[in-house]
């Protein structure tokens, strides 16, 4: 005979212990079982099965808010690692040895050109300077296409020669 | 009870956080678990907050169901869950006190009416040990095979066989 759940219980007991005794146990298990068959445990009450089920929804609510959370930390995140890897690029990029007169033009203009309100006396300031990049732009390309024998020092001059520029525009201004 | 495939779309529809499949999800199997725990625990209450604490572990833990008896699945962590409690300090004391109540009724047992039979199995279950008891109640409530029980119990199917003859064996000559 083939218990509720499908197995044969004999059967399976048959594997342990002789047939006769098998028949036995099983016998005993069925009749224990149906002794619990015939004393059903209470119910739940509807009102308690309501509010798991009021839990349950609070709690899948829960669940969608965090996970909403958590797709936006990893938009941020994402965003912030791109970020961080274009500037890492930017910079090494910047390192480079044709990337030197773009540096330092960046850095060259001081704020206080940008800050100033006298216009007429700027621009000249800005026509001698842009006159002076231009022509350590010009050098800094020859240095580059080989025309120096000594391109390593030559622009450690250059460099030197720039920051002396600049700091002689702080004293003008 | 739910066919195969209804409780296939059910569980479909849980991991796609859908409440209405949680509800039926409930509908199915509270009383089920309700009667697992009232029958572990003798007490209404404590049965409830367990209920309420399996299905909510539930919505926690579907998205890990990878198939396989969903029962299983279930009883599983409903056991856990008994077991968690039974390891928490202060419920140990509950427990005493269940057992202190459950003694109570044995003095009173006499004096119980035939509508108190419910009553009565609880203390006649109360006398086995709680591994037996356990057993008989995941077996008798999940309607799961020996072969799935003995898996869930992490033992051998022929130790299983065997606690639950003596168990139920036990149960019966203390009912009649």
Known sequence: MKDRQGENLRELLGRFVEAERAREM?????????????????????????????QMGARLAYQRKRHHFRQIALKIATAAAVIIFVGIG???????????????????????????DNIAADDLHLASFAAEIERIENEVKALLLGESSNGESTLDELETELREIEGSFWEKG | MATS????????????????????LVDEYGSRCYGYFYRLTGKNELSEDLLSELFVRLVEKIGSYKGGAFESWLFKIASNIFHDYLRGKQRWKKLLDVRRQELEAVITESKRSESDKIDRLQVQLGKLDAGTRELIMLRFYSQLGLREIAELRSEPIGTTLSKLHRGLKRLREMME
């Open chain 1, 26 to 54: 099983a016998e005993d298990i069925e009749r224990g079982e149906q002794i619990l068959g015939r004393h059903p445990a209470p119910e739940p009450s509807l009102d308690v099965l309501l509010g798991i089920k009021a």
């Open chain 2, 5 to 24: 495939d209804e409780l296939a779309r059910i569980i479909s529809g849980c991991k796609n956080d859908d409440a209405e499949c949680f509800s039926e």
């Open chain 1, 90 to 116: 930017i910079r090494s990029l910047d390192r480079q040895p044709g990337n030197v007169v773009e540096h330092f033009t960046a850095g060259f203009i001081p704020t206080a050109i940008w800050e100033s």
